[in-house]
């Protein structure tokens, strides 16, 4: 091996040693979850039943031409209130430890990193969700996630909630996907708004997963699965309603539905793993690419410096001309081949 094949084999073993990532995002209620977060202990807590504090929350909205998850979130405050039972971050990451899965959630995270680990391939999980950020975070799946994106509210000094800081719903869901693939995680960096060529994000768009269940998913389902990415919908699977997702996928929303069974033989698990196959693939051939690109721009680097010299012959000083062709010999000199 000459001196330039053995430069380019460890550039090649530096490209080679890249992981690819792979990110797949989640909605939470009804999509890891069979029910909305704050039903299974936090609403029947005010002694109150679900349906009656969803009528309540959704007639408010309505009347007011308000966000429904603001109009929860004010709902929320009032019975608290009224209760005379102040709402604390602990009492709702509390609340979270109560918080039903689907079957197969709790273990599906190890399986498919695991996976995704043989195929050469880093994965990582984010919540992307309406419902509120510290029930997810007392859940017994919290630690999964890199990041948990939900509405949260806003605390006094002693912990009591006091007003709406994030409520994240429909279109603003999208912008954490940007979040994820520019690799800017920090909710309030506008860092996201700038443009970032495709090969300098940290997640490519067509590297991206989002599972979800409903409307509120849909802006982030077609993002995703525009740029390449793949959308799941589910439906649980008990009820088996499955009109949503049949509608979705005829509107062109998803690449995939399925029940929302995670377990390991389940149907998601299976297009989860042909997902994951088709990115290592794809990005094999990525790398195989960006390793012919490396002389090749060093070729063309030649050339252009050639065509400058041959362009302007009479403008350039001796000296100029010298430097020039010391540049162009510095380039011969680390691209491999006969190139004469
Ligand atoms: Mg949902």
Not at 21 to 39: E, G, N
Not at 151 to 176: C, E, H, M, R
Not at 285 to 308: G, V
Not at 322 to 338: D, H, M, Q, W
Request: overall charge neutral; hydrophobic content about 35%; glycine content about 4%.
């Amino acid at each position: 091996m000459n001196k330039r094949e053995e430069l380019y084999s460890k550039i090649n073993a530096d490209i080679r040693a890249q992981k690819p990532r792979m990110a797949i995002c989640y909605d939470f209620d009804k999509t890891l979850s069979p029910d909305d977060m704050q039903t299974f202990t936090l609403i029947p807590s005010f002694g109150i039943d679900k349906d009656e504090f969803w009528g309540s929350s959704n007639k408010l909205a309505k009347d007011n031409l308000m966000d429904n998850n603001l109009a929860w979130m004010h709902e929320l405050i009032r019975y608290s209130e009224f209760k005379s039972k102040s709402l604390k971050r602990e009492y709702f990451r509390e609340t979270g430890a109560d918080i039903k899965l689907y079957r197969g959630v709790k273990t599906w995270f190890k399986r498919m990193n695991d996976y995704a680990e043989k195929k050469g391939i880093e994965l990582e999980h984010y919540i992307i969700s309406s419902g509120l950020k510290e029930i997810i975070e007392g859940s017994e799946i919290a630690a999964n996630f890199k990041r948990i994106y939900a509405s949260t509210y806003l605390y006094s000094a002693d912990g009591v909630a006091k007003w709406p800081a994030q409520a994240i719903n429909y279109t603003n869901k999208t912008q954490f996907i940007f979040c994820i693939a520019k690799g800017f995680l920090e909710e309030y960096d506008e860092r996201v708004n700038d443009s970032m060529p495709e090969e300098k994000l940290r997640i490519p768009y067509e590297n991206i997963v989002y599972i979800g269940d409903s409307a509120t998913d849909i802006p982030c389902m077609r993002l995703v699965k525009s740029k390449g990415g793949y959308s799941i919908g589910v439906f649980d699977p008990v009820k088996d309603n499955r009109s949503k997702v049949y509608q979705l996928f005829n509107d062109g929303r998803l690449s995939f539905y399925a029940p929302a069974d995670y377990s390991s033989n389940s149907e998601i698990s299976k297009f989860m793993k042909q997902i994951i196959d088709e990115i290592s693939a794809k990005e094999s051939i990525k790398t195989e690419c960006k390793i012919l690109k490396q002389p090749a721009e060093a070729f063309k680097m030649k050339k252009s410096i050639e065509d400058i010299s041959k362009a302007y012959p009479g403008k350039m000083s001796a000296k100029e001309k010298r430097e020039l062709n010391s540049l162009t010999e510095a380039l011969e000199s680390v691209i491999p081949g006969n190139i004469e």
